[in-house]
Antibody, heavy 123, light 107 residues
Framework: QVQLVESGGGVVQPGGSLRLSCAAS????????MHWVRQASGKGLEWLTC????????HYADSVKGRFTISRDNSKNTLYLQMNNLRLEDTAVYYC????????????????WGQGTLVTVSS | DIQLTQSPSFLSASVGDRVTITCRAS??????LAWYQQKPGKAPKLLIY???SLQSGVPSRFSGSGSGTEFTLTISSLQPEDFATYYC?????????FGQGTRLEIK
């Protein structure tokens, strides 16, 4: 079965950096686009970024553009999110999610999600 | 960015009730809309995609409709496990957005 497991969350000071990982299993990772979505405590869902299955197309939300970088290693079945210059408002649970269909040009709906990893930005 | 506005933000209903949640887009998004269900402490779950297609494994009491700027999610007969928060999501633009959520609680 499809499984996505995030890791790398923790407590970091404002201005600091953190790298999240999302280990994928149970499907052919290299054929699916992937996304990062976050949710602050008690708040709604915020899409952050996506990367096409073949690493040729990447998009970011304005809130993280220039600070966060998405990448993937299809040989390791792993998705990454490098987060730099973190702000207090970046505190949230971060989820990775999978495109429902394989080999989609832009994006598909998110049919599988990880359990989330908590990032706390605090001084 | 395309804004999605859900109504109501909070809904109180009873088991067996039929409920409808609306999602309005700030501009036309054709049928590039999905609905997700989220329970406390859990990741969201895809219910409906492409406005009206039922995701595999989702009970048939869930249905979606709409196109352009107005969409609805209907639960035909609420079950105890349906009490959760529901989000709509659009994929039309190169910046995906979610609605603010509708919290469905037991009356």
């Amino acid at each position: 079965q499809v499984q996505l497991v995030e890791s790398g969350g923790g407590v970091v000071q404002p201005g600091g950096s953190l790298r999240l990982s999302c280990a994928a299993s149970g499907f052919t990772f290299s054929t699916h686009g992937m996304h990062w979505v976050r949710q602050a405590s008690g708040k709604g869902l915020e899409w952050l970024t996506c990367i096409r299955y073949d690493d040729t197309n990447i998009h970011y939300a304005d809130s993280v553009k220039g600070r966060f970088t998405i990448s993937r290693d299809n040989s390791k079945n792993t998705l990454y999110l490098q987060m730099n210059n973190l702000r207090l408002e970046d505190t949230a649970v971060y989820y990775c999610a999978r495109d429902r269909s394989p080999m989609v040009t832009w994006s598909d709906y998110f049919d599988s999600w990880g359990q989330g990893t908590l990032v706390t930005v605090s001084s | 960015d395309i804004q999605l506005t859900q109504s109501p933000s909070f809904l109180s209903a009873s088991v067996g009730d039929r409920v409808t949640i609306t999602c309005r887009a700030s501009q036309g998004i054709r049928n590039y809309l999905a609905w997700y269900q989220q329970k406390p402490g859990k990741a969201p779950k895809l219910l409906i995609y492409a406005a009206s297609s039922l995701q595999s494994g989702v009970p048939s009491r869930f249905s979606g409709s709409g196109s352009g700027t107005e969409f609805t999610l209907t639960i035909s007969s609420l079950q105890p496990e349906d009490f959760a928060t529901y989000y709509c999501q659009q994929l039309h633009s190169y910046s995906i957005t979610f609605g603010q959520g509708t919290r469905l609680e037991i009356k």
